[in-house]
């Protein structure tokens, strides 16, 4: 009982939020919206048992990716009058994509009116395992059966990282702002700073 | 507590939901109390350590100050400025107050005494602490203003830093207690030093972590050297600035929640949370809700005598220097000696050692075998074209 109201809270929420990050009109709200929808998701994969992945989609994307989303999209200069201009322009390409999205809708109803798939009913492998929480499933798969495909994929990613980093590397060394902080930590007074008591009118060389 | 309220002649739903709350009331109502105290414990260290008497008016010692001060922010006006955005303004600091008093449902005050025994407990911990940047970011930026916003893009920035080098250290910790549940990773530093020092931190290769642990968690709550998001020479009061009344008090109060979670997150990581310092009999007669309030109380102070000695960090070294290219290697590096460390001599990659699987032992290939029978793999296609 309890599991479908939660279920039902949450399913709703997802798609409220869901609608209202594409319907707000300020892309901070938007980003908000949709902050609110991970959560919910998050919420969903709990009723699933799935908490390990749960906890994930708050770590990675709640704490990480959609803070660096809410970063650039609060930093832009919003301008409303603009954003209304290219609407004659943009008006064929948009019409374009609702087309598409459509005739995807119209398709999809009538796949579905025309009996569903046969997906063959579950045969129990895919259910959790009595007794073990299912971060020790999760590595006993990645780190034994399909330790290739993970290392590989890890690697893959340390290739994007470091190809992200050499593209928007500047070749040439910054002219200024190099700072070497040791050689300021080791800097003592006496080396930085002259004491001389100069004849009046005399003044000092620099 | 659920069997006292079935004994009550409730349904154990009513009782599930019953003791629920009450555990939630129980929880939040003596830390919102300690919150008082603590900030009032706070000021009279800091003053000590400046030589100055710190509050010593409002009752017995100056102790109801927290308390006047909360009746006078009660009473106060809440000021919205008119070109914020009203909304955002005020559920800001309702996201720094709630999530502060979230993350409190895993932590353990003694065996067993836990609102929420969930097996990510440290996962949870993680991702509610990732939330807390969402009040000071919105509020920042809700509340149409400069310096707020500089504020909020500072803090974005620096908790991000940090969580990236806290994770790794968690990690280690959960590599060598072998879980992510809160009362297991405690009841593994039980005797962990020599056999009798209870903790992580009395160990070579966990005490670095700790060190580290602690400088992150002074930034993971923008205390002292790392306040720079409400670093007053520079933003004024950072993204308080526009706030006034309970709406500021939440911030104020949410803020020292997460320092009390963080304080508790030391002691429970490295510090063994109820555990008595010595595995020795005598000790354990204390009870282990004692021991763990008096490590909290250690690292509070520990807090405020970092932030009554050390000056502020400057925005760069802070960030970029310390965060990116001092924490960050060197918890990875960490990671990988210990992992490599229990490889070699807890764990047994060629298959000589015994394993324990679950409540048993067995030795390496059993353990595949029956790891492979329980997670149901499918067998391999070329031994179904052989049969």
Not at chain 2, 14 to 33: E, H, N
Request: charged share 10%; glycine share 8%.
């Amino acid at each position: 009982m309890i599991q479908l109201l939660a279920f039902y809270l949450f399913a709703a929420l997802v798609i409220a939020a869901g609608a209202f990050t594409i319907l707000a009109r300020n892309p901070v709200h938007s980003v908000l919206w949709l902050i609110v929808a991970f959560f919910n998701a998050a919420g969903l994969m709990v009723i699933v048992g799935a908490e390990f992945i749960a906890m994930l989609l708050v770590i990675v994307y709640v704490g990480a990716v959609a803070v660096l989303f809410l970063f650039v999209v609060m930093m832009l200069d919003i301008d409303f009058a603009e954003l209304r201009a290219g609407f004659i322009k943009n008006f064929p390409l948009g019409i374009l994509i609702a087309v598409v999205l459509l005739a995807e809708l119209v398709l999809g109803i009538g796949a579905y009116r025309a009996g569903a798939l046969e997906l063959g009913t579950p045969d129990g492998t895919g259910a959790s395992l009595v007794g073990r929480s299912n971060i020790e499933s999760i590595g006993a798969l990645l780190y034994g059966r399909y330790l290739f495909l993970f290392e590989t994929a890890g690697i893959i990613l340390l290739v994007a990282l470091i190809g992200a980093i050499v593209l928007t590397h500047r070749g040439a060394r910054a002219v200024r702002g190099q700072q070497n902080v040791a050689r300021q930590n080791a800097r003592k007074p006496s080396e930085a700073t002259v004491n001389t008591q100069p004849e009046v009118g005399q003044g000092v060389s620099l | 507590m659920i069997p006292v309220f079935e004994s009550w002649g409730m349904t154990p739903e009513w009782a599930w939901f019953v003791s629920t709350i009450a555990g939630i009331l129980l929880i939040a109502l003596p830390l919102m109390l300690a919150v008082a105290m603590v900030i009032y414990a706070d000021r009279k260290i800091w003053a000590a350590m400046a030589l100055r008497r710190g509050p010593n008016v409002v009752g017995p010692f100056g102790l109801l100050q927290s308390f006047a001060d909360g009746l006078k922010v009660f009473l106060q006006e809440t000021i919205i400025p008119s070109a914020s955005n009203k909304g955002l303004f005020l559920i800001a600091p309702i996201v720094t107050f709630t999530v502060a008093l979230m993350a409190w449902a895993v932590i353990p005050f003694n065996s067993g005494a836990v609102l929420a025994d969930i097996n990510v407990g440290l996962l949870y911990i993680l991702a509610i602490s990732s939330l807390g940047v969402y009040g000071v970011v919105v509020s920042g930026w809700a509340s149409n203003s400069k310096y707020p916003f500089f504020s909020a893009m500072r803090a974005a920035a620096q908790m991000i830093s940090y969580e990236v080098s806290i994770g790794f250290i968690l990690i280690c910790v959960v590599l060598w207690a072998g879980s992510f549940n809160m009362n297991a990773i405690i009841e593994a530093q039980r005797g962990h030093g020599l056999g009798i020092v209870n903790g992580f931190v009395f160990n070579l290769l966990l005490f670095p972590m700790w060190v580290m642990f602690l400088i992150s968690s002074l930034a993971e709550t923008a205390r002292a050297p790392f306040d720079l998001t409400e670093a007053e020479s520079e933003l004024v009061a950072g993204y308080q600035t526009e706030y006034s009344s309970m709406s500021f008090a939440l911030f104020w109060l949410g803020e020292y929640a997460n320092v009390l979670l963080m304080c508790a997150l030391n002691a429970i990581l490295f510090f063994g949370g109820w555990l008595p310092p010595l595995d020795w009999a005598p000790l354990y007669w204390i009870p282990g809700w004692i021991w763990f309030f008096a490590k909290i109380l250690f690292f509070f102070f520990v807090f405020s005598w970092v932030k009554a000695t050390v000056p502020r960090y400057r925005y760069d070294q802070l960030l970029m220097r310390l965060g990116w290219k001092v924490f960050l290697p060197l918890s990875l590096v960490f990671v990988v000696l210990i992992s490599g460390w229990l490889m070699a001599t807890r764990y047994d990659p060629i298959g000589r050692r015994e394993v324990v699987y679950g409540k048993i032992t067995l030795c390496q290939h059993e353990f595949d075998q029956r790891l492979s029978v329980d997670l149901r793999l499918p067998q391999c296609p070329e031994r179904e074209t052989a049969r």
